[in-house]
């Protein structure tokens, strides 16, 4: 395990305390009044925006080196001190920092994920969820229930990918919220599969690449190609080992590049409606050799009725993308008709699984 990473508990655990934990919230909405119950539910929403405020003000940045009081806090990050205490109070309501006797705040494990620097850090995806942008394209949520599709050609011009091509500022934003996601399934990522027993990986639509570079830190003997769209690919950060990665750009529904012994698509399928998917797929299929394997990466939606983070992102690709999550079903339908077996579908510490499928014969 990379140093600083939390220790990745194993699956069942995870499953289990989810279980309690659903268990419990579901018997409290059943004993309160159904009115309070939708009314607590609806205002996490003022929860979520204001993580994304702590984010946006850098109040965890602000405390790594130490709590600080009110005054000191307020004064550092240059705002009024009675907001921040507000918004403190209902942060720290759930255990989202603690405040010590002597009224300083501080860090804890929870709000140790929005420092920049964490290993594990989810600020930049809370500055993009809580966005203008992303909040505007949710408050049409209803438009796209009615339609069926995404309202970003509605609101935009265009789908995401062509909007935040030209948009630079929003396609950044998104580039980097994506690479904070990474940091949270990496190490659950790498926990459950061995990726280093590949001689070449492509990443298809590998973004900024952070997890094709973990992959290589860990594997000596594995080469990586990078492969994303050419305004993406033009602004990476630093890369991992440059002499065993390389890069390459292009659109995956033309041609990906050939050789691989596995082809990586994480968080790439949920992003497309079935056939645009499939289309994918084939081009991925297409550059193949017979006894390569490609691995999706996504959240496989469980059948059951209970809470899940699929729910929420499936909406999320019906609001944003016109994709979708899908059931392992769907997928081994998908796949199949995209000219893949499915073999294996692993389940991680982390919401995504590991789907490998091998070409038809
Ligand atoms: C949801 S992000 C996932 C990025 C990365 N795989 C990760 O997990 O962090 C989707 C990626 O697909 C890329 N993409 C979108 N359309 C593409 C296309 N037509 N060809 C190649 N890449 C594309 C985007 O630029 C973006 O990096």
Known sequence: MASGFPAVPPPPLVRAIGLLRDGLAALHRRLVPGHLALLELQMTGYL??????????????????????????????????????RLMRLLLSFDIFTQRRDGSYALNGISRALCS??????????????SEYHRNHWTHLADAVRTGTSVGPALD????????AEHREIGELFDRAMSSV????????LAAYDFGRFGTLV?????????LTEILRRSASTRGILFDLPEVVERLPELGPRDRLTVASGSFFDAVPEGGDAYLLKHIVHDWSDAEAERLLRTVRAAMGPEAVVLVID???PEHRRPHAGKFIDLEMLVNASGRER???????????????????????????????????
């Open 299 to 301: 959240i496989v939606l």
């Open 117 to 130: 620097d964490s290993p594990v850090t989810l600020r930049d995806l809370f500055l993009f969820f809580g």
């Open 182 to 189: 990474t940091t949270l399934t990496t190490e659950p990522l």
């Open 48 to 85: 979520s925006q204001s993580i994304t405020a702590a984010a946006e003000l850098g109040i965890a940045d602000a405390l790594v080196d130490g709590p600080k009081r009110p005054a000191e806090l307020a004064r550092a990050l240059g705002v009024d001190e009675d907001g921040l205490r």
């Open 157 to 164: 011009g265009a789908d995401f990918f062509a909007y935040a």
């Open 327 to 361: 059931t392992a079903e769907q997928f081994r339908d998908l796949l199949s008709r995209s000219g893949f077996t499915l073999d294996r579908v692993i389940g991680t510490a982390a919401p995504d699984s590991i789907l490998e499928a091998r070409p038809t014969p």
């Open 203 to 211: 990443d298809v639509g590998g973004g900024h690449g952070s997890l």
